[in-house]
């Protein structure tokens, strides 16, 4: 299975998403933005960090990055592109996917293991996946969720909220809510469930060692749905 | 503008210091000349004042492979690796605008790091502030942290340990100390000491502009009334650029074509330009027209003192410009060859075809001024003779409570969950422990690395103190099963020029040497900053001690935390009940006279040593040293964080329970060892003279201190938890 994770000036969860997506199998390729072309991919990864420094708006320069009308274009064709953290901001600054990401209710960057919980699994990222609730890790300035209520309704009757913030038992109460997103939203698919943007950062739990290993349950879950 | 005394004096000189650059230049300079000077004399380029004590510190060992004197020191951890690793001071910025200080401060020292081609793998911090009554101290608090997490959490380095104090001494000078650790192949170590003639001198990254001029001069002066006006002096940073400028050079450094490169931080351009030339003996020529300027109309005295961020100087093979431009216009960021090194041995700036300075290197560094000041002794306190009766009644319940819930030992999680911690994917222990852990990424090794600091020590004995914080850093890896390797120091006092902060700096100096000498654990690199006072009253003396040790294999990296019901907690090391400058005497008793405890290094190497001993034969379970409010605060920071309990033996000591619990005796750690080990642990430590007292047993969830205290593990956590959330947000 063949990746692209697009590095754009800023990023910084590149090398930990290559590191991740190699280590459960997938031939990964790091793609420049400036680049034209995207390799043949399965998978294109909209990496985390902060490209172009989150200057203006999060996401917003970087979602005008040359590489990114192949992205686009790629999406639009049902290839699976996934944003993770800044790659979700990015994401919503194409309008792949809708809403937008706002400053963290407390004004406060975020870094911890959240619970979050998986509701639909009819969809190539979740589907298969033997768990409900997983244990993630955010780490952000901006992810607080929003969109209109005509937005939120076509969401929820699309089935396009992906994870919600919750507690290790699945319960969505607003204290089990870090960042004030709107009904707990962790992340949301496109209509086609194709586009997954989230703020949680699966890569950063791939090892016991590390904050945990339900990151690895979904990169195995992943490799195998595109398989 | 005519050079004078008088503007000499403006600029931070001394009358004689200007007397004598008028004899060394056999004239007088003009106001670019002396601007040069003064950025170079100042007491933080020039460590006039602390060059002459510096030098007695152990800086060399079989694992130092670079020692003070280059960006950063460098130590070998084996296969070939090497950590690159500094710790440095921002206070007097962070004070002025606690964002913009703060945050440059965590972009210089990263810089200090990747200069030498090195990773950033890791950020540390040692801040400290006022006390929480005052004032400014809240939002201080607040931008500072901002800063810290606003500038390291953009770069994408993760921030794994620090270290937050309240004093009242910090009220009008704050502390914020940066440390950085960086991985590089020990065969592809760049350092600053240029050679040959007439290679090309290139500028690198931002533009150049009129922020943080004086920078450097400000930050060696005490504070006044006036301070508000020096924000100019603050420089403003931008991690982006930052980002982009590390990612461009090491793309250089992977090839061989850089002779030489040097950041350019605290007197930008100046500093940096003269460092190369005179660690190489060369002289060096610039074409002032050619630097890349962000504001029209800069004179060359603003192009030369300016404390723009995130820019190097790099002196480049012959031929090699075009394909460094390439990478560096792939970043975006700006290339400049402004000029060559020469064989005048004298830095030489031209502007609009004419020259506008012409120094001797040597002038500016070799014949800068080193001071012997004077200082004094300090004392060792009398034994203060706190009555018994005073506080043999408390319950050691609410002393407890009033304990974990000091502003100098509660949970500091509002701070570090700002941070960044986990980027990098290597991060194997999070802040809130004993060390923060990172693993060598894509091997089995680990490196862990400690900030620390015992102000309160250093003030009641500075030598006593100074020795201290090295074997609390010491103490710190080691609980984690780290090897310790070597130190980097902040050294943060008030006036060289007062008679007693200087002697309080001395003797910390020598501290830290005796210790550091004795337990083998060298300082590779560090800075200082005087003048952390405001009129007449300085902080307290404020070493701040970065220790950095290697986990060979990470699989066997120990965490605080109790892990399981019914093991055995052990204590490591005497408790002789020393309460003088405890937490408990101080916060609890209000008794603020004494000695601090006294530091046996002989003890301190061979409980630690057997400590590691057992670590390695994988017989610990969970560890950690004892300090700040003594063994009790050690054993609830141990529960809380596994969720644990512990029921104390039926106290049998000679000294009084609340001396037992409380005192700070130095040399110890808490171990948690499971029973069928505890022979052998026994064993080894009988056989090593380790000093060693059976603590206890691991429970389910209650802390049984005795028959008539319990405390129940929801309680020590809110106790912990609670203070420093509530005190921001109120």
């Given amino acids: ?20 997506l190699t280590k459960f199998g997938f031939k990964n390729k790091m793609v420049w933005h400036d680049d034209n072309e995207l390799p043949k991919s399965d998978l294109v990864v909209l990496p985390g960090g902060f490209s172009y420094g989150d200057y203006l708006r999060c996401g917003s320069m970087a979602s005008k990055s040359k590489i990114m009308q192949s992205v686009i274009s790629f999406a639009k064709s049902g290839g699976l592109v996934m944003g993770i953290c800044n790659g979700f901001q990015i994401l919503v600054e194409t309008g792949l996917v809708p809403g937008v990401l706002l400053r963290n209710k407390y004004l406060e960057f975020i870094c911890k293991n959240v619970f979050i919980k998986v509701d639909n699994k009819d969809n190539p990222y979740f589907k298969h996946i033997d768990k409900n609730v997983f ?40 204290q089990f809510n870090p960042n004030g997103s709107i009904k707990n939203i962790a992340g949301i698919f496109n209509k086609g469930k194709n586009v997954l943007g989230m703020m949680p950062h699966p890569e950063r739990m791939i090892d016991q060692s590390l904050s945990g290993e339900d990151g690895s349950l979904f990169f195995k879950n992943l490799i195998n749905n595109i398989k | 503008m005519l050079v004078s005394e008088k503007v000499a004096i403006e600029h931070g000189l001394k009358a004689d210091e200007y007397k004598k650059i008028c004899e060394l230049l056999k004239r007088t300079p003009n106001l670019t000349e002396l601007g040069i000077f003064s950025a170079m004399w100042n007491e933080h380029c020039s460590y006039k004042s602390s060059r002459l004590h510096l030098k007695k510190l152990p800086t060399s060992g079989k694992k130092v492979i670079q020692g003070p004197g280059e960006n950063a020191g460098v130590i070998d951890i084996e296969d070939g690796d090497a950590i690159v690793f500094k710790i440095e001071s921002h206070n007097h910025p962070s004070f002025i605008e606690p964002y913009q200080g703060a945050a440059t401060g965590v972009g210089g020292i990263m810089r200090d790091v990747f200069t030498m081609g090195a990773r950033p793998i890791a950020n540390l911090n040692s801040i400290h502030f006022g006390s929480p009554q005052h004032k400014k101290t809240k939002n201080l608090l607040r931008g500072v942290v901002h800063g810290i997490g606003g500038y390291g959490n953009c770069m994408g380095v993760p921030t794994i ?34 050679a040959g003639l007439n290679k090309p001198v290139i500028y690198v990254g931002s533009k150049t502009g009129r922020d943080g001029i004086h920078g450097a001069s400000m930050a060696s002066a005490s504070f006044d009334e006036k301070i508000e006006e020096k924000k100019p002096t603050v420089q403003v940073g931008d991690p982006f650029t930052e980002k982009l400028l590390l990612e461009a050079c090491l793309e250089l450094m992977a090839g061989d074509s850089i002779i030489a490169i040097q950041d350019m931080g605290a007197a930008g351009l100046t500093s940096s330009s003269i460092e190369m030339a005179s660690k190489g003996n060369l002289g060096i020529e610039i074409n002032l027209n050619k630097v890349p300027c962000r504001e029209s109309k800069m004179t060359p005295y603003e192009i030369m003192l300016s404390e723009s961020q995130e820019r190097m100087l790099i002196v480049l093979e012959n031929g090699k410009e075009g394909m460094a431009k390439k990478i560096f216009d792939k970043w975006n960021l700006d290339f400049a060859v402004i000029g060559k090194t020469t064989n005048t041995k004298n830095i030489e700036l031209f502007f609009n075809n004419e020259q506008v300075a012409n120094i001797p290197v040597n002038t500016l560094v070799e014949n800068s001024p ?22 043999s009644k408390l319950k050691i319940k609410d002393v407890l409570k009033k304990i974990l819930s000091n502003p100098n030992i509660c949970s500091k999680e509002w701070i570090w969950q700002q941070y960044d911690h986990t980027v990098m994917g290597d991060t194997i222990q999070k802040p809130g422990g004993n060390s923060g852990v990172v693993r060598v990424h894509g091997t089995n090794k680990a490196v862990a690395a400690s900030v620390d600091s015992s102000a309160v020590y250093c003030w009641a004995h500075p030598l006593t103190g100074g020795k201290q914080v090295v074997a609390e850093s010491w103490r710190n890896l080691i609980s984690v099963g780290a090897t310790p390797i070597a130190i980097t120091n902040c050294l943060n006092f008030g006036s060289p020029e007062n008679e007693e902060n200087m002697g309080e700096f001395v003797e910390c100096v020598q501290g830290i040497g005796e210790a550091s000498k004795y337990l083998n654990f060298p300082v590779v690199s560090g800075n200082v900053s005087f003048y952390n006072q405001t009129k007449e009253i300085g902080i307290k003396p404020t070493p701040s001690i970065g220790g950095v040790g290697l986990i060979k294999d990470y699989k066997k990296m120990v965490t605080m935390d109790f892990k399981e019901k019914d093991n055995v907690a052990l204590i490591i090391g005497k408790t002789e009940g020393h309460l003088d400058q405890s937490l408990f005497a101080r916060s609890i008793l209000d008794e603020k006279n004494g000695p601090p405890p006294e530091v046996n290094l002989f003890n301190e190497k061979n409980n630690g040593e057997t400590l590691l001993n057992l670590i390695e034969k994988n017989l610990i379970k969970s560890a950690h040293d004892v300090s700040l409010g003594g063994i009790i605060t050690a054993i609830s920071k141990m529960s809380i964080k596994g969720n644990k309990g512990i029921k104390l033996n039926k106290f049998k000591n000679l000294i009084n329970e609340i001396d037992y619990l409380f005192a700070e005796d130095q040399g110890r750690y808490v171990i948690e060892v499971k029973q069928e080990d505890l022979k052998d642990v026994i064993k080894i430590l009988d056989k090593n003279s380790v000093h060693h007292e059976e603590l206890g047993f691991i429970t389910e969830k209650d802390m049984i201190i005795n028959e008539k205290t319990k405390v129940t593990i929801d309680e020590l956590k809110s106790y912990n938890t609670n203070w420093l959330t509530n005190y921001m947000n109120s």
Avoid at chain 1, 2 to 20: H, L
Avoid at chain 1, 148 to 171: F, P, R, S, V, W
Avoid at chain 2, 163 to 176: C, E, M, P
Wanted: proline letters at 2%; hydrophobic letters at 30%.
């Fill in chain 1, 135 to 174: 244990e993630f890790h955010i780490a952000h300035n901006e992810g607080n969720y929003f969109c209109t209520q005509d937005q939120l309704k076509e969401i929820e009757d699309n089935n396009q909220i992906a994870i919600y913030y919750c507690n290790k038992e699945g319960q969505t109460e607003d």
């Fill in chain 1, 1 to 20: 299975m063949k990746s692209s994770v697009i590095t754009f000036p800023g990023s910084n969860c590149d090398r930990d998403m290559n590191v991740a």
């Fill in chain 2, 161 to 194: 340990a620090g270290q937050t104090s309240f004093d009242s001494s910090y009220n009008g000078n704050i502390l914020v100390n940066a440390m950085t650790l960086g991985l590089v192949k020990k065969n592809k170590i760049f350092y600053s000491k240029a």
């Fill in chain 2, 370 to 391: 080193m001071y012997d000041r004077k200082w004094k002794k300090a004392k060792l306190p009398k034994k203060n003779k706190i009555k018994k009766e005073t506080y």
